[in-house]
Structure formats: C-alpha cells, structure tokens
C-alpha cells in the first residue's frame, strides 16, 4: 500500500519537473485524483501504524509486570542437585525453573529411565533418575548354529557347538583335533591302513597325522570329521547348512549338495548364471528353440516363450488393415459417416513380459502423442474390471500418458490393458487411438 503510494509521488514528481513530457504525464485532473488517493492511502497507514503502537506498548507492561513477579520469586527457584548415573553422564548445570539436563551412557550401556529431565514449578524433577545398563549384545542372539554367546562389556562372544567356528560361529570346521593314547610320535597313518571304514563319495578318508601323542586329522574341502569317528569324513551339505544364511540364500532357485560341494539349479526355460547362483531366462525366440509358425510372433517371457498373433479387429461402421506387424489403422470413413468418424482410429498392440511380484507402484508403459491436432489430449484405461484392479492411467507430461502396476501380481498369468488416447478440439473428439497391451507374468520372480 505504502509502496504504490511513493511510487504514484514520484511520477507526479517527475512530470512536474519536466513539462517536456506532455501527453505522457496525466493531466491536472487526473492528479488531483491521485493526490486523494494517496491521501487516503497514507492515513490508513497512519491509523494502523498507531495501532500496532498501542499494542506494542500494552505488551511492553505486560512484560514489565511479568518480570517483577519472577523477580520476587526467583530467591528460591531451583531443583535439587542431580548426579550422573554410573558409567554415565549429566549434560546441563543449570538446575533452575524451566531447566533441562540430558543423561548419556558410556559406550557399551544402554540408559535406562529418564534420558532428559525438567525443572518444574513445583522445584521437583519431571522422568526418573535414569541409569546406564551394560548393552546386551546377545539380545539379537548374533550366534550362530548353536553358538552359545557370552555378553562382555561393549562387545559379545561366541562358544561354538562342535564343527563351527568365526567370530559367529558361521564356517563349519573340516580340521578337527582329538586327543588319543599314546603312539610313537611323528608317524602318519596312511589312509588304506585306517580302520575299516565306510567309504563313498559322501563318505571319504580323513589324512591324520600323529605328533607327539596327538593325532591330528584332516578332511578334503567340502568335507568334515564324521561325529564319532575321526578316521573318516562325512561330506558337508551346504545346502542344509547354508539355508538362508547371513549372507542370504546360497542358491537363487534351488541347491543340489553333490560330493564334497553343491551346485545351483534353475527351473525349465532358465539357466545358471556364469557366477553359479542365479538364474537367467533363455531366449527361445533368438534360440530357435520354439515352435512359432511363420505367421505368429515369437514373444520371449521370462522361463518360456509365446506365440503371438495380432488379427485386426472387426467393428461395426469401420474397417481396419494392418500397417505394421503390431498396428491396425481404420480406412478413411465415409463423409459424414458419424457412425464410422467415432470408431477408434488406430489399434497398437504390445507384448511385454514380466517377472512374478513386480513392486508396485511402477511405471510399465508409455503411451505419446508424436504431434498433435487437436486443444486437449486425454487418457483412459479401458478393458474391464481385471485391468482396473491391477492398472491405473496417469498422465506423465502434456503429450504423455503412463499405464502403471498399482499392486503386484503373482505369476504365472497374463494381464490385459487397454490405454485409450483421444485428442479433442474444443471438446470435440478428432480421434480415438487404442493400445492394447499384454503382459505375460512368469511364474518365478526372477
Ligand atoms: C529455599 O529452599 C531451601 C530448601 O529447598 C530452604 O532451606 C530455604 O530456606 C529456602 N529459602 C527461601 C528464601 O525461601
Ligand atoms: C605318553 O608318552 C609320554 C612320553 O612320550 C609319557 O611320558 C606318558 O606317560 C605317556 N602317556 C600315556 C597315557 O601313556
Ligand atoms: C543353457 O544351458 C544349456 C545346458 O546347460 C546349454 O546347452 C545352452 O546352450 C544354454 N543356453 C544359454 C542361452 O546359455
Ligand atoms: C508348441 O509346443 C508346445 C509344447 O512344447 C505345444 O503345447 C504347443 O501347442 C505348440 N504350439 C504350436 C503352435 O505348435
Ligand atoms: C513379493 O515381494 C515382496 C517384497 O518385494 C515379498 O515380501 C513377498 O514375500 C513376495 N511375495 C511372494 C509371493 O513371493
């Protein structure tokens, strides 16, 4: 308000001083207009001006008044003294009215209480006096495969069950270590002269060696001490033992323990990846290895294949023909035709395959105006009750609208969805093109 009236002040200003300006400046009636303008302007400024004075000044003895009561009663205002609790700390001195102190653990302690307190009105404390309690790092039972854990200050410890060992018990022991009778020290048994034992590609030799009245015996990679006998070595299965380890699934599908170590496998229409674990999908379409005719695509989805066909649609009014593998375009209607201009213009069709149990919400596919005719483009998703349930239409730019996943869907199954775009004049319709889009869901989620 202020601002336009100074600026209305310098223009006057400036006509004045220069007469030169002539029919650009206003005239002598229009300025007087103005001048009553400003007038006005800058007296209501004066009167709210004046009013936020006397409220300023009311608060101001408010505050005076407030300040002499707090001094009158500040002689005796504090809390009682509080201590740090032990293998802790107090942050805060002050222990006046209104005051906070925090409380911190040394490293290894959890607190246990109150962590910040507050002097209140009443000089007593809010909370309770907290106290610092030795963490207990066994509390996620951090050992493994019956590790008995052992809590110590500001660390844990693992006591391994038999055939384990690592910081968490995590790597099983193939060496094993007995103590036997005496025998002449530094001879070596060699495996044939062992005591009877079962041997197989599950079941193999251990290599002991005798120092000084103990044996020692060791197992080849893969392998461990059998429980009773050290003479011979049982074979690991790693996939027993690895089953959703710490470091997650040895095997993305499935493991298959074999003599002395395991391999991955992958079902039909998959492969092992080169690093042994996952699986990748086979293209049979770039394979050969399906059985598409020559008029029929070859559509690869992840474990398998499918043989798609795109047949232009048959509607009343119109005729469609095929422009392209995967497009049907209507043939000109003729003029006023209505029945005919209002069928769809074009039909696209898409075939994207998916894994099982895609996060949702995501972005599966794009639909774009290259030009347009039209004021207004708009975007629907047609095609029934499933469509809706899986799918919404959003518009991601002016040009642009996106069929998104809104919930995920397990496999193996096939979804269908249908984006309409039509494009408007002054809300009259100039076209409608469709596309149809399928999505084949595999059954894995790889
Ligand atoms: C202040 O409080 C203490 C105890 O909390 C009391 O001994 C003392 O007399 C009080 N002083 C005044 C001025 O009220
Ligand atoms: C084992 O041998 C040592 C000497 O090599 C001997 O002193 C000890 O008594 C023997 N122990 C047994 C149980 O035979
Ligand atoms: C998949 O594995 C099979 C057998 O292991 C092999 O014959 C085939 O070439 C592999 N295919 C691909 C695409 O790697
Ligand atoms: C292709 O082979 C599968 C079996 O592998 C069969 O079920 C399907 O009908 C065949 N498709 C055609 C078009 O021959
Ligand atoms: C789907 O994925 C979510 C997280 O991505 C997972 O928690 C859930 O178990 C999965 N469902 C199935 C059936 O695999």
Redesign the pocket.
Known sequence: MFASAVNLIALVYVCSLHPAFGQDCPNRQEIQGMLKQVQKLLSAHEASCLQSLRNLRKKINLLQSGTGKQTAKSTNSTCPKLDAPINGRKLGKSHGVGHEVHFLCDPGYEIVGSESRVCQESLTWTGQQPTCRDFNECASSPCLNGGTCVDEVNQFSCVCAKGWAGETCQSPVPTFFITTTNTSAGSTLAASTLPAATTGAYVRPSRCTIVQGTTHCTCEPGYTISGRDSYSCTDIDECELFHNGPAGKLCLHKCVNTPGGYRCSCPAGY??TRDGRSC?D??EC??RQNNCTNDQMCVNTYGGFQCVRVDCPKIPHATYVKTSPMRCERTPCPLDNKACSQTPTSFSYHYLAVVSNLSAPRVMFRVSALRQLGDTLRFTLLGGRQARRHFTVQRSDRQTGQLMLVSPVQGPTTLEAEVEMSELERRVQLGRYITKITMFVSQYEF
């Open positions: 492969n092992v990748k086979i293209d770039a394979t």
